[in-house]
């Protein structure tokens, strides 16, 4: 595999998880509403709470997610991003009943439990789904003069997969399926990413490695 090639085939894998990342992010937060509910209503308090905790979990992971980028990046750390959100996102099925039965028994104001639920159930996974973005953006970027292109890719596709994650949530899947099903597809997309990148990272190092015994 020349080296063009690697490097599409590795833009390609993320842009293509950046977004699959916006879908589920949308998606998770349409369901955050659904699972706080039962014990919280669906008021307008509730659905602030819950904007309110994905946008702060967003803007730390955009911040952390820079930082670390500034950094030699790795498509090991980037496909880590995936695997880690996924595994913070068990919760959501398999403790989420628990965690607001504690919560609820603990505050009676509606507005301050369904702001604690959210928070102990979403902030560290869409934390980390939040550093996707700019770290895809670091991989991608070769030059100077092609990061405000990469960048505007990025945030498009980012964006459009939130829009379409938002759209089929809302209009189809729950409708269809259970929210504990709609969860673990999300889950599965998010392994996905992650073991597409690095399965791509692998193929990369096996190609140049063999390309260094050649020339030898």
């Not at 991989?139 to 292109?149: F, T, Y």
Request: proline content about 4%; hydrophobic content about 50%.
């Amino acid at each position: 595999m020349t080296e063009p090639r690697k490097n599409l085939l590795m833009q390609n894998v993320i842009v293509v998880s950046a977004f699959l990342n916006g879908f589920v992010i949308m998606t998770i937060e349409l369901l955050g509403g659904r699972v706080l509910s039962p014990y919280f209503g669906t008021s307008v308090y509730v659905w602030g709470s819950i904007i309110t905790i994905f946008m702060l979990s967003l803007s730390l992971g955009y911040l952390w997610g820079g930082r670390l980028s500034s950094r030699t990046p790795d498509p090991r750390v980037y496909a880590s991003f995936f695997g880690l959100s996924a595994l913070l996102s068990l919760p959501v099925i398999f403790f989420s009943e628990w965690t607001m039965t504690q919560v609820f028994l603990a505050i009676e104001d509606p507005r301050y439990g369904s702001l604690i639920a959210a928070t102990a159930l979403y902030f560290l996974p869409i934390c980390l789904m939040g550093m996707v973005s700019p770290y895809s953006i670091r991989l991608l970027v070769s030059s100077e003069e092609h990061s405000g292109r990469m960048a505007g890719l990025l945030y498009f596709v980012s964006t459009l997969g939130s829009a379409l994650g938002t759209l089929l949530t809302s209009f189809y899947f729950v409708l269809w399926f259970e929210i504990d099903t709609i969860m673990w597809g999300a889950i599965g997309a998010l392994l996905l990413c992650g073991a597409s990148v690095m399965l791509v990272h692998r193929l990369s190092i096996g190609a140049t490695t063999g390309e260094l015994h050649d020339e030898n």
